[in-house]
């Protein structure tokens, strides 16, 4: 059984940083990223990385804004965003596939975590 648990979520004004984390127990596994999602629209990918190799990879909007990082020894995905803007308010999910390579279709993940909430005002 695998089981994500974010944390780190929260209010922010346009321009802070916040810093997700992803806390993962269970089997190995070999891709993790970190989907968004807000009323009324479908998960959209935001970050993902090959557990083994490293190897990254982000949607457009958040580029140079966001950085998606591992702690291999403490089992421990996540993604600092700084810059942010109002239009990255979301629920933030944790997500994780056994697969090695990063997909950007919710689809294609095998496990969720809760979501974490996080509102940035303008």
């Known amino acids: 059984q695998v089981q994500l648990v974010e944390s780190g979520g929260g209010l922010v004004q346009a321009g802070d940083s916040l810093r997700l984390s992803c806390a993962a127990s269970?089997?190995?596994?070999?891709?993790m990223g970190w989907f968004r999602q807000t009323p009324g629209k479908e998960r959209e990918f935001v970050a993902g990385m090959r557990w083994l190799g490293g190897n990254t990879a982000y949607q457009d909007s958040v580029k140079g804004r966001f950085t998606i990082t591992r702690d291999n020894a403490k089992n421990t995905l996540s993604l600092q965003m700084d810059g942010l803007k109002p239009e990255d308010t979301a629920v933030y999910y944790c997500?994780?596939?056994?697969?090695?390579?990063?997909?950007?279709?919710?689809?294609?993940?095998?496990?969720w975590g809760q979501g974490t909430q996080v509102t940035v005002s303008s």
């Open positions: 269970g089997r190995t596994l070999y891709t």
């Open positions: 997500a994780a596939r056994r697969t090695n390579s990063v997909r950007t279709s919710s689809s294609e993940y095998d496990y």
